[in-house]
């Protein structure tokens, strides 16, 4: 298994930590992982991406012109990246910031209303863990096993109390994908 993603949207929106905790949790099941994030000099508005790459096998390389999955969070990202998800992959978006909604016929599309379950939940900084709850429902890399392991060891012990508020945003986050074609 291997696969090749990017996650890209607006600084803020949390897409560097959703692909550093996807690497953490491929790394907690002793699986190969790269992560390269990418900003512009404003982090916070700016656009952000992140290549991760989850392999059972060797990565022979960081660099992606082609990915198996695409994750965007905004129109730009939406723009940039639906024609660089390869034949048969899949795309996942947010319903609240895509507003051509994306075509294509040989790829699996899944929207998510992240941001409006993230305010149904009172907290807007869960939204990347429900979008990355989506991920895993529809296409399960890594374990929720895994990927509890990695918040504990990315997030500070300060925090390790929103562990579990952040598992019910992945719980959530695999109810609520759709698939879309």
Known sequence: ??????????GGQGVLSMGKILAYSGLMEDKEVTWMPAYGPEQRGGTANVTV???DDAISSPILSQYDVAIVLNQPSLDKFLPKVKPGGLL??????????PKRDDIHIYQIDAMDKAAEMKNS?????IVLG?????CPIVST???QKALFKT???????????NMEAVEQGMN??????
Request: net charge positive.
């Open 53 to 55: 790459i989850v392999s």
């Open 176 to 181: 609520i994908i759709q698939q879309r074609q």
């Open 92 to 101: 996942i978006y947010d319903g609240y910031g895509i507003i051509n909604t």
């Open 125 to 129: 900084k869960v939204f990347n863990m």
């Open 145 to 147: 096993d895994g990927l």
């Open 134 to 138: 989506g991920l895993l429902k529809v």
């Open 155 to 165: 997030l500070p012990e300060r925090h390790h109390h929103l562990i579990p508020l």
């Open 1 to 10: 298994m291997k696969k090749e993603i990017i996650i890209s949207g607006f």
